[in-house]
């Protein structure tokens, strides 16, 4: 008998729905090129409100199935199927297992929607078959799917370093005046190995944008738009149009400062007020733009402190 025999009749019958929040980087810091190929990093990201929601059921067959309301992401190599996959396979488990996903999040946008989406599989799936897994064997298998799937394992306001796998957790601190995030996504994809090539030496930091950033936050001190450094920012206008000419807009539209989240190409603002946010916002949808109006939020529904 498995361990995949003794879960309860009552597990096995449930169907399980689950959100999936996106990210964005307050800062990204790229400090060079390691040796095994990655870029080391020193990143601050955050959970936002914009969010897929995933339902699992169980499938009488062993194997894992996977529906998208994306139809390209209906695939094995979604990385939602291949973090059960990873469980069934570290666990020996032969439960079969039914995933409908049901995208919100932009996809190859900088906001980590698919990693989110694996994170969110992995814990889903402890909890639900009442697994033997520890925090540190889900690290593991996240690490080994992608470099963001760890931080979303916890979510929140974390400082992430290495490829980005290794997680500081920092208290929910976030100042007032930027409650409320605006975030455009430009009508293209990037790709992230080629806007990480083209990264120059100049580019290239040593962390203390985020050191900064993170004192700022969790001292409660002021954290101004001019020490939200992204590595990538400068590469990513000067290649893409599109993404400057968003970048332009946006500042026309009224938003004070504006920021690439990871690779792009979404860029967001922050807002003091909901009537300044959705002046923004209705203005850039009226130029055809797709925007998202959110707020960041804290890990296992905790609350935010501003400052």
Not at 76 to 83: F, G, P, Y
Not at 92 to 97: D, F, N, P, V, Y
Not at 227 to 245: F, I, T
Request: aromatic content about 8%; hydrophobic content about 40%; charged content about 20%.
């Amino acid at each position: 008998m498995t361990r995949d025999d003794h879960a309860s009749s009552e597990a096995i019958n449930k169907v399980r729905f689950v959100r999936s929040y996106a990210k964005i980087n307050l800062t990204l810091d790229v400090l060079g090129k390691r040796p095994d190929g990655y870029h080391e990093l020193a990143t601050i990201m955050q959970t936002i409100d914009l969010y897929d929601t995933l339902c699992f059921s169980i499938l009488d067959e062993d194997r894992v199935s996977m529906v998208c309301n994306r139809p390209e992401l209906s695939n094995e190599h979604n990385l939602v199927v291949r973090a059960a996959q990873a469980i069934r396979q570290k666990l020996g488990l032969i439960r079969g297992l039914a995933i409908e996903l049901n995208k919100r999040i932009p996809v190859a946008a900088g906001l980590g929607g698919g990693s989110s989406n694996a994170a969110a599989t992995l814990l889903a799936l402890q909890h639900w078959w009442q697994l033997p897994l520890s925090m540190h064997d889900l690290w593991e298998i996240a690490s080994s799917l992608g470099s963001d799937i760890p931080f979303f394992l916890t979510g929140g306001l974390a400082l992430c370093e290495g490829r980005g796998e290794q997680i500081t957790p920092l208290a929910a601190h976030w100042p007032a005046p930027m409650r409320w995030l605006v975030l455009l996504k430009p009508a293209i994809s990037v790709s992230t190995a080629t806007v990480f090539r083209q990264l120059t030496a100049s580019d290239y930091s040593n962390g203390s944008w985020s050191r900064a950033a993170e004192t700022a936050l969790q001292t409660r001190s002021a954290l101004h738009p001019d020490d939200l450094y992204n590595s990538l920012e400068r590469g990513v206008l000067e290649q893409y149009p599109e993404v400057a000419q968003a970048h332009t807009d946006m500042l026309q539209a009224g938003a004070s400062f504006v920021r690439l989240s990871g690779s792009g190409p979404t860029l967001f603002s922050t807002f003091a007020t909901l009537p300044a946010a959705t002046r923004v916002q209705q203005h850039l949808q009226a130029r055809g733009y797709e925007v998202y109006l959110t707020r960041p939020i804290a890990a296992n529904n905790s609350e935010i402190s501003f400052f």
